[in-house]
């Protein structure tokens, strides 16, 4: 793997944890709808990094969870879990930043923020064990 998608994989997964930081603080501050977009976009950064392992880059978010889930989770490369992580992290951000009324509470958001940094975490672990095969 040549040096700049390596550094693009870095900074996307350092993008991916500054997302989570803030997510985390909206939790605090009971901005639950917002919580959750930020800890989506934490998950959907990491996803295109993990992404770039395998050669892809989605140009939009129904086409990072499409590829995430053909490339990554149907190969079994990574857990199917993270793949309904990421579809069903998108879905909630959508509702909470396009409905009016949204439904998104204190459990959502903590669950959304819990979902993110657990699916970092596997994203890091394959990340690091496919440049460690190079």
């Given at each position: 793997m040549?040096?700049p998608?390596?550094?693009l994989?870095?900074?996307?997964?350092?993008?991916?944890?500054?997302?989570?930081?803030?997510?985390?603080?909206?939790?605090?501050d009971?901005?639950?709808?917002d919580?959750?977009?930020?800890?989506?976009?934490?998950?959907?950064?990491?996803?295109?990094?993990?992404?770039?392992?395998?050669?892809a880059?989605?140009?939009t978010?129904?086409?990072?969870?499409m590829?995430?889930?053909?490339?990554l989770v149907?190969?079994?490369?990574?857990?199917?879990?993270y793949?309904?992580?990421?579809?069903?992290?998108?879905?909630?951000?959508?509702?909470?930043?396009?409905e009016?009324?949204?439904?998104?509470?204190?459990?959502?958001?903590?669950?959304?923020?819990?979902?993110?940094?657990?699916?970092?975490?596997a994203?890091?672990?394959?990340?690091?064990?496919?440049?460690?095969?190079d």
């Amino acid at each position: 793997m040549d040096e700049p998608t390596k550094k693009l994989i870095e900074g996307y997964l350092e993008k991916s944890k500054e997302k989570l930081k803030v997510a985390n603080k909206l939790l605090t501050d009971s901005f639950y709808d917002d919580a959750i977009s930020r800890a989506y976009y934490a998950v959907f950064h990491a996803a295109q990094a993990a992404l770039l392992i395998e050669g892809a880059k989605a140009e939009t978010h129904k086409g990072v969870v499409m590829l995430f889930g053909l490339l990554l989770v149907k190969t079994g490369k990574i857990d199917k879990k993270y793949g309904r992580f990421l579809s069903n992290l998108k879905d909630d951000r959508e509702t909470g930043d396009y409905e009016v009324m949204s439904w998104m509470d204190e459990e959502d958001a903590q669950n959304a923020t819990t979902e993110a940094e657990e699916f970092i975490r596997a994203v890091e672990k394959f990340i690091r064990n496919s440049l460690n095969q190079d």
